[in-house]
């Protein structure tokens, strides 16, 4: 496996269930990200995690959790959502320090029930 | 925080002709100016990015062009091809891994054969 890495690729989910998204990159870096892409907002930083520390949250419902057990690996768990959930969840890495490029996974697409 | 808007939304040319994405961007701190490309059930790729101590960057057909004072930044393509077919994203941000990408509203670019 190369580059950015996601599973699943699509994801149905009732309301009521619970679901992880996983993302892996292959890259040696040691910052990740969530993005969400929907029609709305078509591309908006969920959290970002460096050196597997949570630096930022953009106001995101507790209804996600994210998860970064090591520098390699990033999740997102999910837990009673809502339809207007339902988008394209995106994952980065990049390096914290120099060159600060971010590269993306070819996302999940969720769809909530 | 960071606001970026990009323009057109849509665009459409015939094969070989040039186009034009322009970006303006809020925040006089960001230095760091990628573009992206995500072609349909792919994730955003990386084409070509700029930073503020040059004006200018070139790769083959893609170029991007930065004015500070303005904050604004633009991406052409010259010599279009069908492949090139894609919503194009502009984003800024500071240079450094802790902080996320601001991302404007993409562009819908329709190459005609």
């Known amino acids: 496996e190369t580059g950015v890495t996601q599973t699943p690729r699509h994801l149905v989910m009732g309301m009521t269930n619970k679901k992880s998204l996983k993302c892996e990159q292959h890259?040696?870096?040691?910052?990740m990200y969530w993005y969400k892409q929907s029609a709305k907002k078509p591309l908006e930083l969920m959290f970002v995690?460096?050196?597997?520390?949570?630096?930022e949250n953009n106001s995101v419902p507790s209804r996600f959790s994210p998860e970064c057990p090591n520098s390699s690996h990033l999740f997102l768990h999910l837990h009673t959502l809502q339809p207007e959930d339902s988008a394209l969840y995106l994952c980065a890495s990049s390096q914290v320090r120099g060159p600060y490029e971010q590269y993306f996974g070819p996302g999940t697409r969720l769809t909530v029930t | 925080g960071e606001n970026v808007e990009q323009h057109p939304s849509t665009l459409s040319v015939q094969e070989g002709d040039s186009a034009v994405i322009k970006c303006t961007y809020s925040?006089?701190?960001?230095?760091?100016f990628p573009w992206y490309k995500q072609e349909l059930g792919k994730g955003p790729q990386l084409i070509i990015d700029i930073r503020s101590n040059v004006g200018e960057k070139k790769d083959q057909r893609i170029a991007v062009t930065l004015n500070k004072t303005a904050k604004h930044f633009s991406l052409h393509i010259t010599e279009t091809q069908p492949e090139d077919s894609a919503v194009y994203f502009c984003?800024?941000?500071?240079?450094?891994?802790?902080?996320?990408?601001?991302f404007g509203s993409g562009t819908r670019l329709q190459v005609q054969p």
């Open positions: 925040d006089s701190a960001s230095n760091y």
């Open positions: 890259l040696g870096h040691n910052a």
């Open positions: 995690y460096s050196l597997e520390e949570r630096v």
């Open positions: 984003a800024a941000s500071l240079d450094t891994g802790r902080r996320a990408l601001t």
